[in-house]
């Protein structure tokens, strides 16, 4: 059963154009949102990250969108551009659980078309 | 350049041989990850680490096993026992506790003959 559910499985924007990206939990005690980029043949790396007591954090061209209340959050990606295409990966964590163990979505793959 | 490094790249194996997959980190992270990774289903915890000569077990431990013996190395080995190995493995570090970002190694694609 996952505990972060990421949609969509797979999306495909026009250069210029802004993608979305959704992720939705239900552990009220995740207090750490990462997005993770993954290009094919390569390990994840952190893009941007939130935590819950802000509601937006932009980060150049990406930007996340965080609703405690619908235990929802996403990744917008404007202007999207052609070496944007990977695989996204939304995560969380609870910072008081010493493990630090974080739930990841099943990613998102993103084509962005010349 | 710090940086988790894992080796081979590839690995083929055969049906019924154990296989260990190398993972060394020189971040001095304490915490150590495996992670497996198929296609449109994210990546899931095989087992972590925080500490030498402690590990504990991930959501999709069985049929592999870990061990920690010194902090910048934590080995995974691919038993016979795992049904369907075929698969991407990463291995990840980071500092216990908090907002702490998980690093990620290039990864090991596994390949069952």
């Known amino acids: 059963q996952q505990q972060v559910k990421q949609s969509p499985q797979s999306l495909i924007v026009q250069k210029g154009g802004i993608s979305i990206i959704n992720c939705a939990y239900e552990?009220?005690?995740?207090?750490?949102f990462p997005w993770y980029q993954q290009f094919p043949g390569k390990g994840p790396a952190l893009l941007i990250a939130i935590r819950p007591d802000v509601s937006e954090k932009k980060e150049g061209r990406f930007t996340i969108s965080f609703n405690k209340s619908a235990k929802q959050f996403s990744l917008h990606i404007m202007d999207s551009q052609p070496g944007d295409s990977a695989t996204y990966f939304c995560a969380a964590s609870t910072t008081t659980d010493s493990w630090g163990k974080f739930q990841f979505g099943a990613g998102t793959q993103v084509v962005v078309t010349p | 350049d710090g940086g988790i490094t894992q080796s081979p790249k590839y690995l083929f194996r055969k049906e019924g041989q154990n296989v260990t997959l190398s993972c060394e980190q020189n971040?001095?992270?304490?915490?150590m990850y495996w992670y497996r990774q198929d296609p449109g289903q994210g990546l899931r915890l095989i087992y972590y680490s925080q500490i030498v000569n402690d590990f504990q077990k991930g959501d999709i431990a069985e049929g592999y096993s870990v061990s920690r013996e010194k902090k910048e190395s934590f080995p995974l080995t691919v038993t016979s026992a795992q049904k369907n190995p075929t698969a991407f493995y990463l291995c990840?570090?980071?500092?216990?506790?908090?907002?702490?970002?998980?690093?990620f190694g290039p990864g090991t694609r596994l390949t069952v003959l």
């Open positions: 552990n009220t005690a995740f207090d750490y």
């Open positions: 971040l001095n992270h304490d915490a």
């Open positions: 990840a570090s980071s500092m216990v506790g908090g907002y702490n970002e998980q690093f």
